[in-house]
């Protein structure tokens, strides 16, 4: 579809994007790669439609993307960079084909690309050169061994420079958490939780437009805490509050915080406080 040589490998490969000669306007608008796909992007212009949100990548930088992810391109959208591609099959053998979930910045959304320093750039585009040098090298006993370290190399110190972001973009990871913290509220003081269940860490990202992991990352980085403790530690909060002021019992206060079984409200409380709800308001008592 792209005009390109054949590959050096059948399942990794290394494309200059500024060498395509296809016209981008002769590509598809949407289309699934079966791929990893790690992306260095430098003057690109445009946005691509990841999953259900976008990559904005008006400054450049890394982006990641997951096998059987549809992506699609905006008209404006420039392709130029070095692009990665890696077929699973490549590591299913090599613990990083468990592992590679772990990373969370695959399944990242919208303006979640991570922006390089030149510092970090250069170790970026190091490892990118160790790759290429493989692949001209003759395959040999070792060439998997040596292609799969350098692929989790590149990981590893993405997953360092997200955590960087995380810290020299605190400002914003700020505001998202006092906004995180009014959804929560507003989730447990207007009986929002009665009507729609317990909250999940998939439907809170979704209201601040982030993904689960970007968001638990996110949170790591401030508090130490991933998504599901905030959630969690609000809702204990709030059944606190309803346990010393009220008289409701401990099924209606399950009920009210979006439990269907009071059952796991009970589990939940005890595991968190070592009491149980009972035990809590005869203690508070």
């Known amino acids: 579809m792209l005009g390109l040589p054949k590959p050096l490998h059948p399942l990794v490969s290394l494309v200059d994007n500024s060498r395509i000669p296809i016209d981008k306007h002769q590509l598809r608008t ?52 070095l692009t990665l591609l890696i077929h699973p099959d490549f590591i299913r053998n090599y613990p990083l084909g468990k592992n ?33 040098d493989e692949l001209q090298t ?7 061994d040596v292609m799969v370290s350098q692929i989790e190399l590149l990981l590893n110190y993405s997953n360092r420079f997200y955590k960087r972001q995380f810290i020299t973009r605190k400002a914003i990871s700020s505001d998202l958490l006092t906004k995180m913290e009014t959804l929560l509220d507003d989730y447990f003081n207007n009986n929002t939780a009665l009507m729609k269940g317990v909250l999940t860490v998939q439907s809170l990202a979704e209201q601040l437009n982030v993904s689960p992991h970007y968001l638990s990352d996110m949170l790591r980085s401030l508090t130490r805490q991933n998504a599901q403790q905030h959630i969690h530690n609000k809702l204990i909060e709030k059944a606190k509050e309803i346990l010393s ?30 009491l149980s709800p009972l035990e809590f308001r005869q203690s508070f008592n």
């Open 30 to 81: 949407s289309f699934f790669l079966n791929f990893y796909k790690v992306s260095y992007k430098t003057g690109l212009r445009g946005k691509i439609r990841y999953g259900q949100g976008y990559y904005d990548f008006d400054e450049g930088g890394l982006v990641f993307t997951s096998p059987n992810q549809l992506l699609a391109t905006t008209d404006d959208t420039e392709y130029t960079g």
């Open 100 to 132: 590679i979930k772990n990373f969370g910045f695959f399944s990242y959304a919208a303006n979640e690309a991570l922006h390089l320093s030149e510092k970090e750039r250069a170790v970026i585009l190091a490892i990118f050169k160790n790759i290429e």
């Open 138 to 144: 003759p395959i040999d006993d070792f060439s998997q």
């Open 245 to 274: 002021n009220s008289t409701l019992s401990v099924a209606e206060i399950a009920y009210q915080l979006g439990f269907e079984h009071p059952q796991s409200f009970n589990k939940l409380f005890k595991r968190k406080t070592n």
